[in-house]
């Protein structure tokens, strides 16, 4: 988001400092306050200083602000003192006022407006910058970082809201590097993150109120800025040669949402033994993703007929890479889902299934594909995606899917298959391009599946009947009892097969 390059310029490159050890090259207060202004500027922000004192050795700045533009609003953060001063070492002190106000705002059409502030409080901060002019390096740690907001308006009326977010017993690293543009490295490592958020209903009265806490955090990420790049400008970052990735972990965590002081208030918690998200930026694409295991959910209100609803997953994970700059050519792109071991308190099954009928073997759904695609316009540019003459600007040329398998209720269907797209063709396939290709399956089970339904009175027998000459149609017996196999095949002309014979 636009307001952390704010952030991170007054904070974020602040909150760090250079080696504890001797260094090998030397830095002065002018230079690595000409480093910390140079890239600051780079990235599109604007300093303003109010007035500036030299003693021996140390540069006190006063009355700082950064403005930075962004294509729909702005944002600005200011310090009352910031000042670098020369330990006699070759490295530089750096400090600056405990408080940090940080503003944002933004104008939509379609959205409205919004403006807010926020105020970044530093307790125990110690920055030391080393190295050389071309590389300065920033080491830091804080017993405590923390952001809150102070004001919040939407559409120019006042929300009564209160959020804050907090580091505790952090300590990291940060680079800044000049060649043909600006390299940016850091790492940081905190013995825990805390938020808390607490949203009163003035209209139906009440209060929701979350916190959550993550334990043992650590990142690291990296930048390359090339010279003269619009950090306000999403589409030159993706058609540049701008790239950056950021690595995200934590231990166990924990959460707490609950709406009270109405009819249907509820509490929530949930838990997990550990949590990582990665993102990267390069190429003219992105990739995001992460996955939690050992998730834990408890559910509690009046409204339930059971005491609470828990569910847990031994694994929750997405992926998702995909290009993002227009393109004539195709690119690659992947998605990837996987729900593993997921099981629901007896409570819940008792509900539909009281004689235990069916097996309460954990739930596991995963897809993994991967493909060719291209964009035909800007995806940045709204206009020219609003008025595109044609039916998508999306062009997916190829699909594979890698794996794909859905194991629930003592049943398990795993797939694998590959497609390829005529996009000059949308009739076929009544508005869709035209597939070619085939997808192989296999079904274990879902014979014994057909008569437990059966069993519960779920599915009647005249209905199992119909399903199971249906499969008979696509499928065919494997090799191992309650064992189906299917190839089903989709031909450029619109036929479409299964196991050979021709089902259109």
Known sequence: MKHHMTYRSFLGTAALLASTTASLADVTAQEVWNGWKTYAESTGQTLNIGSRDNENGAIILHNISMNFDMPNGKSSASLERLEFRERGDGTVAVTMSPDLPISISTARPESGSLDLTMIAHQTGLSIVASGTPENINFDYLASRIALELDKLFVDGDAVDLNASVAINDSNG????????????????????????????????????????????????????????????????????????DSHFKAGASSSHAQLSGQPDEFTLDTSSDGTTLDARIGDGGLSYGGSSTGVKYAFRSPSLPFPELTASAGEIGLLLAMPMARSDTDKDFSFKLNLKDVEFADALWNMFDPGQVMPRDPTTLSLDISGRMHWLVDLFDQQAVDNFPG?????????????????????????????????????????????????????VGVYGLLDRLGQMGILPQDQAAGVTMMLGLFARPGGDADTLVSKIEVKGDGSVFANGQQLK
């Open 173 to 244: 690293k940060y680079s800044i590097q000049s060649d043909s543009g600006k390299s940016i490295a850091s790492s940081m490592r905190a013995a825990s993150l805390a938020y808390d958020v607490v949203i009163p209903d003035p209209e139906k009265g009440g209060k929701m109120t979350i916190s959550g806490k993550m334990n043992d955090i650590s990142t690291r990420s990296s930048l390359s800025v090339p010279t003269g790049l619009n950090m306000a400008d999403p589409a030159a970052m993706f058609a540049s040669a701008f790239s950056g």
């Open 391 to 443: 039916d998508s600007p999306l062009m997916i040329n190829k699909l594979t899917i890698n794996d794909v398998e859905v194991s629930t209720l003592g049943a398990r269907v795993t797939g694998k298959g590959d497609f390829t797209f005529d996009n000059s063709d949308t009739t076929t396939f009544k508005g869709m391009p035209a597939p070619a290709g085939a997808i192989d399956l296999t079904l």
